[in-house]
């Protein structure tokens, strides 16, 4: 690299280190000002000076059979446009970044949609975050009134679950848009102030949006097409299940009645990597997560007359893609789900948004159900006997309204879809409508639950799985009172998992796992490589392999001698956990293993390619399936820098064309006189 010095006198330019001027030359620099003297020694130094990178949560492009969802930038390029803050009156006369409060996005949005001219100019929106927003704001979905209506196992799917629902999640934007942090939230408010202070200067501060989509590049616009083109992968993960007692234990354990007992650990919003999902559906995760741990701490669970199965889902916010592919699965009696006889399942007990089931001291939950049968009624004596065993007014169970059209959106909707006739309770913190008014927002938050609701839930289910299994209606008082919740684990469990702080970095996370980051986001991401039951690690998500070790190690046979992993420990039946900590792990013997999480109509074939599969009539749900996919791209980035501005551009013009015609002039005259002076002498 060339090596130079550049002096430049600013007198009418004012500069500032990423805020109000840029300028570039390749080198080494020296800028001057007022006699100050600022030294750049490499061009690094001299981006940072130039350039503001912001912090955010960009919506990205997502496809289906039928079209597209979500944001990109409209062509190839990054998208350069001056900062605006919007106003509900505002006009727009050029192409413009609009900054919005998020208690004014879907206003925004829906002007996009019905103001042609009004879209014309939005090059990009910025949305701000702060900590108020919640308080702020009476309620805030964006997904829509009846969450994935389609997959309902009744007709009427006009029935409002999510009244705060705005559907903003499902629609194509051909523009970017950014979910802002508090901190870039603030520096572009103080920018846009100064945008509208200096519209008459020759500079103005300008966002750079880089959100180009593969799909867009290749003109890919559905998943079929993309998928074949290689410019997207398919949305999935891993699902987990496990047994209580593990099924290794006897043969007689694998033909014992099952009962069921599901969560899920995914969730979704307008922002890919901000989608927490606290109550919905983190709550129920939560919550069973204490139940496993309340349960593994009984002692002859060997003897249980029934077995107790535990499965977390991934992938439910879009298609149900991990419960329709357990189910695919065991009809398939694969590896992924050796150990689980289809036929067996008499109950299913799914836990659902349990966070908020808590109104001036009185923790209360909803039994969903789709009938009446035996099972079912069996299933709602035993959670009748649980919250009579707790002894407690504040924590009471209710069956749901009778008026509901039938189960509200959940991973049972599946096995109703499949199997109308299977038994099963949906337990929630809502009886018609939701209780939590940002399902599936980003501000559906650790502020937005009461932990205190979460172990209400946690001891109702886990004494009502042990009633279950036990199948004895004279259970001794003292049995079922054994049966406690940790307290702290759940307090622990909200702060690993919804809280950047300590986050994934907690303690109980790295006893079982090393975490890729530390910030959790539960959006399901994309399935890599060839799903399996044994899969590569790397490409198996933080969440889904901390489950997987820690069922592992709550449903393991208790062993005085811990021996660590080697060639023999899967050969006796055994399963390697925490081996990501130390290289070594430790040898368990537990049923648990990852289920992968994928739409049933997509096969992965050994060239590394998806394809689409055509529908089957033996798969219902598949007759509906959008087949979601994810848009690839190279890199995501969100910035902001000076430039000059157009009338800037055309005084130097002017000024120019001025300067040269003088001199021309000056030339053709001083010419002249010499000419004559010559011809005198």
């Not at 529908?615 to 749900?621: F, K, L």
């Amino acid at each position: 690299m060339l090596s130079f010095q550049v002096n430049v006198e600013f007198s009418f330019f004012e500069f500032q280190t990423g805020y109000d001027g840029t300028s570039a030359i390749d080198g080494n620099y020296k800028f001057m000002k007022s006699s100050k003297e600022l030294a750049f020694a490499s061009v690094p130094d001299l981006e940072k000076s130039m350039y503001t990178v912001l912090d955010g949560y960009p919506c990205v492009r997502l496809l289906n059979l039928s079209g597209q969802i979500g944001c990109a930038n409209p062509g190839l390029a990054k998208v350069v446009a001056p900062i605006v803050r919007f106003n509900k009156g505002m006009q727009l006369t050029r192409s413009s970044s609009v900054l919005v409060p998020l208690s004014d996005f879907d206003t925004l949005l829906s002007r996009v949609s019905s103001d042609s001219d009004f879209a014309r100019n939005v090059a990009g929106i910025l949305v701000e975050s702060g900590p108020q927003n919640q308080t702020h704001l009476k309620g805030s979905s964006p997904d829509t009134k009846f969450p994935q209506a389609e997959f309902a196992p009744y007709q009427n799917n006009k029935f409002e679950w999510n009244p705060t629902g705005s559907g903003i999640m499902w629609k194509p934007y051909d523009f970017p848009v950014f979910l802002l942090s508090e901190s870039s939230t603030e520096t572009l408010q103080e920018i846009a102030v100064k945008n509208e202070d200096k519209k008459e200067t020759y500079a103005t501060k300008v966002t750079e949006f880089d959100l180009v989509m593969q799909t867009t590049k290749a003109g890919t616009h559905d998943s079929e097409s993309c998928l074949n083109e290689g410019t997207c992968l398919p949305l999935g993960g891993y699902s987990v299940w496990s047994a209580l007692p593990t099924t290794n234990v006897s043969a007689s354990s694998k033909d014992k009645p099952i009962v069921l007992a599901v969560a899920s650990m995914d969730s979704a919003s307008f922002f890919r990597d901000k989608s927490l999902g606290a109550d919905s559906p983190l709550s129920g995760l939560i919550s069973l997560l204490a139940a496993v741990d309340a349960l593994s701490r009984i002692e002859g669970s060997e003897t249980l007359a029934k077995q107790i199965v535990f499965v977390v889902f991934t992938g439910e916010a879009w298609g149900y893609l991990g419960s329709r592919r357990f189910l695919f699965e065991l009809d398939q009696q694969t590896d992924a789900v050796n150990g689980i006889n289809n036929t067996l399942i008499e109950t299913v007990i799914e836990v659902g948004s349990v966070g908020k089931g808590y109104d001036k001291g009185v923790k209360t939950f909803y039994a969903h159900t789709t009938g009446v049968s035996s099972a079912t009624n069996e299933t709602l004596k035993a959670l009748q006997q649980a919250q009579d065993s707790l002894g407690t007014e504040s924590i009471k169970y209710s069956a749901a309204s009778k008026s509901n059209p039938g189960i509200p959106p959940s991973s049972f909707m599946s096995f109703s879809k499949q199997k109308p006739h299977t038994s099963g309770v949906v337990l929630e913190d809502f009886d018609t409508s939701f209780t939590n008014k940002f399902y599936h927002s980003h501000l559906d938050d650790l502020s937005n639950i009461n932990s205190s609701a979460i172990v209400a839930a946690a001891s109702l289910v886990a004494r009502t799985l042990y009633i279950l299994a036990s199948n004895n209606k004279d259970l001794s008082n003292s049995s079922i009172n054994s049966i406690k919740v940790n307290t702290s684990l759940v307090d622990e469990l909200l702060g690993c998992l919804l809280n950047c702080e300590p986050g994934l970095s907690c303690e109980l996370v790295n006893h079982y796992i090393s975490p890729f980051s530390t910030c959790p986001s539960h959006y399901v991401g994309v399935i890599q490589g060839e799903p399996s039951s044994e899969p590569y690690l790397g490409y198996v998500g933080d969440v889904s392999r901390f489950v997987w070790n820690y069922m592992a190690d709550k449903t393991s046979i208790p062993s005085k001698n811990v021996s660590p992993c080697s060639e023999n420990c899967s050969k006796t039946g055994g399963i390697c956990i925490k081996q990501e900590i130390d290289g070594k792990g430790e040898c368990v013997m537990s049923t648990t293993r990852y289920i992968p999480a994928y739409s049933t109509r997509l096969k992965y074939d050994s060239s590394g390619t998806w394809s689409v599969l055509p529908p089957n009539s033996s798969d219902p749900m598949g007759l509906t399936d959008p087949i979601w996919t994810e848009s690839n791209w190279n890199i995501i980035t969100l910035r902001v820098y000076s430039v000059q501005g157009a009338s800037y551009d055309h005084l130097v013009l002017v000024a120019g064309v001025a300067v040269t015609a003088l001199s021309y002039l000056i030339i053709v005259v001083i010419k002249t006189f010499i000419a004559k002076a010559l011809k005198q002498d």
